[in-house]
C-alpha cells in the first residue's frame, strides 16, 4: 500500500494572487450573523482591490450583509495540483447605475444594453473592498496564472 503524501504549499505573491483572482469567475462569500455562519457561491469580477458581485434584493445573503459587512471571499482551483486565495473585507450593497455599469465593466461586458440595466435593476451590486488576503497553491505545481 503506498503511502499518500500530501504537498506542502507555496504563498502566492501580491501578484499572483491578483492574477488570480482576475482569472477565476466563482468565488465563495463567508457571511456571519449573530452565531450563524453562511457560506454561498457566487459569480463575480475583481478589479482595483475589490471583488463585485451582484445579488437579489432580498434573501439571506442581503440579510447577513445588512447586519455585518465584514466578509470573507474565498476562491480555488483544482486543475493543476491546487490553488487558493482567502479575501478579507468589508462590502458594501449599492444600486445606482454607475455600480451596475462598473459590475458589467468587468465581466467584460461592454455597453451593456439598456434590457440589461433594467433587469439588474432589482439587483444589488455588491462592492467587497480587500483589506487583506493570503494565497497558496502546491508546491510541486506551477503557479497559477
Known sequence: ????????????TQ?????????????RLGLTFQNESYVVPVSYGYSQGRILFHSVKQGKKVDFIKNNNRVCFEV??????WASVICHGTV????????KKEF???????????????????????IIQIEDMTGRYREDADPPL
Open 1 to 12: 500500500m503506498s503511502e499518500l503524501r500530501h504537498g506542502q504549499a507555496r504563498t502566492m
Open 104 to 126: 458589467f465593466d468587468v465581466l467584460m461586458v461592454k455597453s451593456p444594453s439598456d434590457e440589461q440595466l433594467r433587469r439588474m435593476g432589482t439587483s444589488y451590486i455588491g
Open 15 to 27: 501578484d499572483e494572487m491578483q492574477r488570480f483572482l482576475k482569472k477565476c469567475s466563482y468565488g
Open 76 to 81: 480555488d482551483e483544482f486543475q493543476k495540483g
Open 92 to 99: 458594501s450593497l449599492r444600486e445606482d447605475v454607475e455600480a
